[in-house]
């Protein structure tokens, strides 16, 4: 028996709109149903470029070496081998120090503003390898990738082979190898101005609350390393010809890319032109708009005159991931369940570089205290980021806040139950931003849908592990997570300007200016929709709107960058604006052709009219192919409003099935709740709540790279033995709009993609001690940790 | 495969007899049109029918994902049939065999036209980068050619071998069953 198409209730707006909120298909949904969206290795094939080379990069097999010599003869006499640039090379040699921190993409910034100037611990090619796939020695550019791969293996290396560490446990040990002894003599990343002390937070007096406090829980718990996982692996084309450089390439940072190529090449900005277009999936993966590969890639280009293209292998694309980091919390109350103090302590084991550890490690906690901790009377928080010799650790969607949630929701989870309260409950009694009151509108609302959806009350079992067994020696139960959102307008401010643009034709169609390269979250479709809302008065349909799919820096307006999700309405808000700016001007030219005073005029539904005598109208149509027949065009850059007024919740709520004598763990249903504020676009927020999930699970259950600990050697580089979660893996999820908070902007909206994958795990953590009454605390939860926890294996 | 292409070559080289050199023949139809190529001259031996279909043919629609035969991404269909990983198949494989890329499809095709259209309420869209849907869209087509009424636990055992990293698996569930739902209707009207 077949199964018939489903729908589920749609959510209810808060206020109805004509586009704004509908669900409907993507703007781009058959162009890509249909295969016709080109990504980079798409439109940079051979036969679009017929003198392109192929450049591959020498990969240290050791996890901490230095290259004492090399040998390129062997390499470069291989037939089709065209460049070998090498570390020893003159204007690889002169390239300043760098890191892949250089921004998390809400700002462009210069080498001098970069965001972790103090961690500048990379060379672009070097002679020192800090991980088993560090990018060090040579890069060969030949005819075929064939030949390349080839001649990379002619490449003779003699090598310092240096003792390596994994753990960042281990690494602070006095004695443990140092991975950057120029930066720091323990592994310890030192302080600097942008995550600040390592007690980061100290608010009222910790010491003593804990000691007065009635009741005290306390736990550890370690998220681990997942990679972004995006099947369109990084990828560029660099042509370098007559002092121009251009550069194609799959990174969501145009204007940032071609200001860190212009610094670190020392390029006028305007010789400098970077093209993105369609990018097959982001994740957070690179999100600094400053990859090392640029540069090398760039030197290859101007040496041998061709365009060359380089691009990572799926064993490459490993390439950076999310900082692990072990968490200790203690969380102090009273019997009533105030909270009274709270003290997080995290150790982020930073791999091999330092990028953006410290921006998980302590930015996203210091916000977190900001928007939901504001009552808890003493706070204190301290962060280690650590060098080890394993996969950097970067930016992954949700960065920091994952791994701050497994330890808070945790606490939350074990406090209730040493208090005997409902965690609802207790939430509601503690969490809220210092602009709020308590309990919070926009948690009790989110909590509320969460518990209703999932059965909190039929599903959850009063007491852990005390639930019936199942057919199989299976146990079932219910939890939840629950975070602040972290994408509201206020929070968006270091961003600056938002460059956006509307020209009107004199057919009334409709160009869209929203520079942003595209990754999937559907912010196109978010600002086509916004557009169309605030040029209504037009008269127009989504069709009469094109909006550009291609940024290039030569020609489009600055990008606006795909970080927090805030794209989805960050340029809606400054596209409200544009449309009262074209309405002025349509008014203006109507009121030549109508003989009559701009203020006397108003535009409704396609037609210009007098107000005072309704029946003096023109349609839109005829006033602009009146006079002087010209588009209407507006081009503005407005700073996000930053009106503080605190942000909404999300949670996620899930059940699920332990097998207890395999340790299998099967997530049976998953609710995912988002306050939006205002949502933009409904099918493609519901997308992303579900599709958050494919992260969040796979994090929680299967995702985990894995390393021989006798050699440093990652074992799981590919798709095979590093496990996303698939159609079959995967529960049925529910998704739940909310529109209770809002913000100060015209829409007020939230961006609600990057946080959808931060509660997983702890709600599947929660639900997985509920079935079976025992604490598993750090991901991910294989069936041997299961077993091991029932004192099984 | 026997030797069906003889070349002379363009110049002598001093000192070795001009001699004619032969090259194995593949010919392969790619969306109803044949093409032929001199194995060792135009491809290699060892090129996968995915190198063989993007990079020779510029039929980019597939995309190269893993390159291991993980995450579906390059799916074709061989003979009008069945699914294929064309990253797991060599190009001298097809010979004398028929392939269907999505390029290959008409623009009302309903699998297309459903992965297009979804977006009801609670399911989401089928496709957010777009990146895997070339894949999961040939793939959905050589399923529904064995099962034209699938159920959804069938579905996603079906498709269990695609990868979709924004996780449009609801989506792409519901866009499945849509899309079964058109080619039954069509059926119908078809033998009334």
């Known amino acids: 028996m077949s199964t018939k198409p489903q729908a589920r209730e749609p959510y209810t707006p808060r206020t109805p709109r004509k586009f704004i909120g509908s669900y409907r298909p993507r703007i781009d949904a ?35 070496a230095r290259i004492k010599s090399m040998d390129i003869g062997p390499a470069r006499a291989l037939p089709g081998v065209i460049d070998i640039l090498t570390y020893k090379d003159p204007e690889v040699a002169s390239l300043k120090p760098t890191n892949a921190g250089w921004t998390d993409g809400v700002d462009t910034v210069s080498y001098d503003s970069m965001m972790w100037r103090h961690f500048r611990d990379r060379r672009v090619l070097g002679d020192y390898a800090c991980w088993v796939t560090d990018e060090v020695g040579a890069v060969v550019a030949a005819e075929t990738e064939a030949i390349a791969e080839e001649a990379l293996k002619l490449i003779k290396v003699e090598w310092e082979v240096l003792p390596f560490v994994l753990d960042p446990l281990e690494a602070m040990q006095p004695g443990a190898p140092l991975v950057h002894p120029e930066i720091s003599s323990n592994n310890v990343l030192p302080k600097d101005l942008v995550g600040g002390d390592d007690v980061f937070i100290d608010k009222g007096d910790v010491d003593k609350a804990f000691a007065e406090a009635e009741v005290v829980v306390d736990g550890t718990s370690t998220h681990h390393n997942a990679t972004q996982g995006s099947l369109d692996n990084w990828c560029c084309v660099v042509e370098w010809r007559g002092g121009k450089l251009t550069l194609q390439s799959n990174s969501y940072e145009a204007d940032q890319s071609r200001m860190h190529i212009s610094q670190m090449l020392d390029i006028p900005i305007h010789n400098v032109r970077v093209i993105s277009s369609y990018v097959g999936g982001q994740f957070g993966r690179g999100d600094t708009g400053d990859q090392p590969f640029f540069i090398f890639t760039a030197l290859l280009a101007k040496r041998t005159g061709r365009p060359v293209k380089f691009r990572h292998t799926r064993r490459e694309s490993f390439h950076d991931s999310r900082q692990p980091a072990i968490y200790y919390a203690k969380v102090g109350a009273k019997r009533d369940g105030t909270i009274t103090a709270m003290y997080f302590k995290s150790i982020g084991n930073s791999g091999a570089y330092a990028d953006h550890t410290m921006f998980a490690l302590k930015f996203a906690p210091v916000e977190i205290a900001e928007v939901a901790l504001a009552r808890i009377p003493n706070i204190r928080m301290e962060s280690y980021g650590v060098y080890t010799n394993k996969l950097p650790a970067c930016m992954m969607r949700g960065v920091g806040n994952s791994q701050f949630n497994l330890s808070f929701s945790h606490m939350v989870d074990r406090l209730a139950e040493a208090l005997d309260m409902d965690p609802i409950d207790l939430a509601l009694k503690n969490f809220t931003h210092e602009w709020g009151t308590l309990p919070d509108k926009s948690l009790s609302e989110v909590l509320r849908q969460g518990a209703n959806r999932i059965g909190w009350t039929e599903k959850r079992n009063k007491q852990a592990g005390n639930g019936p067994t199942y057919p199989g020696a299976k146990k079932r139960g219910a939890g939840f997570s629950f975070h602040p959102a972290w994408h509201a307008e206020w929070q968006e401010a270091r961003r600056g300007a938002i460059h956006a643009g509307i020209t009107v034709n004199p057919d009334c169609t409709v160009l869209l200016e929203a520079p942003t390269v595209e990754t999937g979250s559907g912010s196109n479709t978010c600002n086509v929709l916004g557009c169309a809302e605030a040029l ?258 | 495969m026997k030797p069906l292409l003889q070349v002379a070559p363009k110049r002598g080289v001093p000192g070795i007899a001009k001699k004619a050199i032969s090259y194995r023949l593949l010919r392969v139809n790619v969306n109803g049109a044949w093409h032929e190529f001199a194995i060792g001259r135009d491809i290699a031996p060892n090129m996968t029918l995915a190198f063989l279909l993007r990079e020779k043919l510029g039929l980019v629609g597939l995309k190269l994902g893993c390159d291991q035969g993980a995450c579906g991404a390059c799916t074709v269909l061989m003979d009008g049939k069945a699914a294929v990983l064309s990253c797991m198949v060599l190009a001298v494989q097809a010979h004398e065999r028929h392939i269907l890329t999505i390029e290959g499809l008409p623009e009302d095709d309903p699998v297309v036209e459903s992965f297009a259209e979804q977006s009801a309420p609670g399911y989401g869209t089928a496709l957010q980068c777009g990146i895997c849907t070339p894949g999961f869209v040939m793939t959905v087509k050589g399923f529904l050619n064995e099962n034209p009424d699938p159920t959804l636990a069938e579905i996603k055992e079906a498709l269990s071998g695609n990868i979709c990293r924004c996780g449009c698996y609801a989506g792409i569930a519901q866009a499945t069953l849509r899309a079964a739902e058109k080619m039954r209707i069509k059926r119908t009207r078809e033998s009334a």
């Open chain 1, 30 to 64: 058959k162009e890509k149903a249909s295969g016709k969206v080109q990504y980079i290795d798409d439109i940079t094939l051979k036969s679009r470029f017929p003198d392109l080379l192929y450049a591959k990069v020498m990969r240290s097999p050791h996890a901490h």
């Open chain 1, 536 to 793: 209504s008065f037009l008269g127009i349909t989504l069709d009469d709107i094109q909006w550009s799919h291609v940024v290039d820096t030569e020609t489009s307006m600055k990008d606006c960058v795909q970080t927090d999700s805030a794209v989805s309405f960050l340029q809606s808000e400054v596209l409200a604006h544009a449309a009262r700016e074209i309405k002025n001007q349509l008014l203006a030219k109507a009121a030549t052709a109508m003989k009559a005073s701009a203020d006397d005029l108003d535009v409704i539904d396609g037609h210009v009219f007098v107000k005072a005598h309704p029946e003096l109208r023109m349609t839109v149509r005829n006033v602009l192919f009146s006079g002087d027949i010209r588009p209407l065009m507006v081009k503005i850059a407005l700073p996000p409003n930053v009106t503080k007024t605190g942000v909404p919740y999300i949670a996620t709520f899930a059940e699920v099935e332990v097998d207890i004598d395999t340790g299998k763990t099967e997530v049976l249903k998953m609710v995912v709740i988002n306050d939006c504020g205002t949502v933009m676009f409904a099918s493609g927020a519901e997308a992303q709540q579900i599709g958050g999930q494919c992260i969040g699970v796979g994090e929680s259950l299967t995702e985990e790279i894995i390393y021989d600990r006798m050699t440093g050697v990652p074992l799981n580089f590919n798709w095979i033995d590093y496990k996303i979660p698939t159609m079959a893996d995967m529960p049925d999820i529910e998704p739940v709009l909310l529109e209770v908070w809002k913000g100060a902007g015209e829409y007020g909206a939230c961006g609600i993609g990057e946080g959808t994958v931060t509660c997983a795990p702890r709600a599947i953590l929660n639900a997985i001690y509920n079935a079976i009454g025992v604490r598993v605390n750090d991901i991910p939860v294989k069936p041997e940790v299961i077993l091991k926890a029932l004192g099984k294996a």
